[in-house]
């Protein structure tokens, strides 16, 4: 928030709903998620949480979407 567009603004302008659920259902996967805690935490606590909010995700990305420009 507050931050600028990083991109060309006219690009911005055209990505589409489909683009940005692909996007999401590509890398909003198990494997690219770290859950990390720091101070006073219980571990057992974090781990039922982390269960609770993320554990119905994909472990990975569904078969026939290709992750595009890994470069």
Same mark, same amino acid.
């Given at each position: 928030?507050?931050? +600028? %567009? #990083?991109? %060309?603004? !006219?690009?911005? /302008?055209?990505?589409?709903?489909?683009?940005?659920?692909?996007?999401?259902?590509?890398?909003?996967?198990?494997?690219?998620?770290?859950?990390?805690?720091?101070?006073?935490?219980?571990? @057992?606590? #974090?781990?039922?949480?982390? !269960?609770?909010?993320? /554990?119905?995700? +994909?472990?990975?990305? +569904?078969?026939? #979407? @290709? %992750?595009?420009?890994? @470069?």
């Amino acid at each position: 928030m507050g931050q +600028p %567009i #990083l991109g %060309i603004r !006219e690009n911005i /302008g055209t990505i589409t709903q489909d683009q940005i659920v692909d996007y999401h259902r590509t890398h909003y996967v198990g494997n690219n998620i770290v859950v990390c805690g720091a101070g006073d935490v219980n571990h @057992e606590q #974090l781990a039922e949480l982390t !269960e609770k909010y993320f /554990g119905k995700l +994909p472990a990975q990305t +569904p078969a026939g #979407l @290709e %992750i595009k420009n890994q @470069e």
